[in-house]
C-alpha cells in the first residue's frame, strides 16, 4: 500500500528561523506530489504540484523541491502568519485521487 | 469568485441517526471529491465522481455511507445509523478534470455523534 509520511509532526519556530518540512513517500510510479496548507477550522489550500525529481517550486517565503524518495518544504524567515498545517499527498497508484499524509502542524512565534 | 461551499458547518446527531451533508462545487468544475479528517489523522477518502462516469466509492468505510451527484453539480453524503466512530470533518473539494490533483477544498462539515 501506497505510504506518505511527514516529519516533524509538529514544529515550533521562532519568527525569522528558517528550516524544513519533510515528506516522504513510497508510490510505483509517483505521478506528481502535491503540498496544501490547511489553517484551523478551513479544508486544505492548494500550494505546490511537482512532477519530478530536481523539481523546485517557490511561493513566497516557500519553496518545495522533490527527491525520488521525499520532498521538502523549506520555509525561510517564516513569519507568525505562516502557522498551519502542511500537507502533502501524492495520487494513489490504484484509482483513489490522493493519498494525504498526516500533516506537520507549524507554529511560528513572533 | 465563489469557492467550493458546503453545509452545514457543525451537525451534532445522536447515534443512530441518519444525517446528510451537502457540497456545492465551484462552477464548472466536472470533479467532486469527499474526504473525511479524523483529530490526528490525515486526510481519508471517501468518494469520487469524475464527469458523468460512474463514482468511485472505493474509500466508503461501511455501506451506511453513500453519496450522489445531481446535474453534475451538487453532491450529497449520507450517513445511515451514525455511529460514534463517524465523528470527524466532512471535507469536499472540486477540481477541473486533467487537473484533478489541484483540488479546491471546502471549508468542511464538523459531524459530531453523541
Known sequence: ?110 | GAGVSQSPSNKVTEKGKDVELRCDPISGHTALYWYRQSLGQGLEFLIYFQGNSAPDKSGLPSDRFSAERTGGSVSTLTIQRTQQEDSAVYLCASSFIGEAYEQYFGPGTRLTVT
Do not use: M
Open chain 1, 1 to 110: 500500500e501506497d505510504q506518505v509520511t511527514q516529519s516533524p509532526e509538529a514544529l515550533r519556530l521562532q519568527e525569522g528561523e528558517s528550516s524544513s518540512l519533510n515528506c516522504s513517500y513510497t508510490v510505483s510510479g509517483l505521478r506528481g506530489l502535491f503540498w496544501y496548507r490547511q489553517d484551523p477550522g478551513k479544508g486544505p489550500e492548494f500550494l505546490f504540484t511537482l512532477y519530478s525529481a530536481g523539481e523546485e517550486k517557490e511561493k513566497e517565503r516557500l519553496k518545495a523541491t522533490l527527491t525520488k524518495k521525499e520532498s521538502f518544504l523549506h520555509i525561510t524567515a517564516p513569519k507568525p502568519e505562516d502557522s498551519a498545517t502542511y500537507l502533502c499527498a501524492v495520487p494513489n497508484s490504484g484509482n483513489t485521487p490522493l493519498v494525504f499524509g498526516k500533516g506537520t502542524r507549524l507554529s511560528v512565534i513572533a
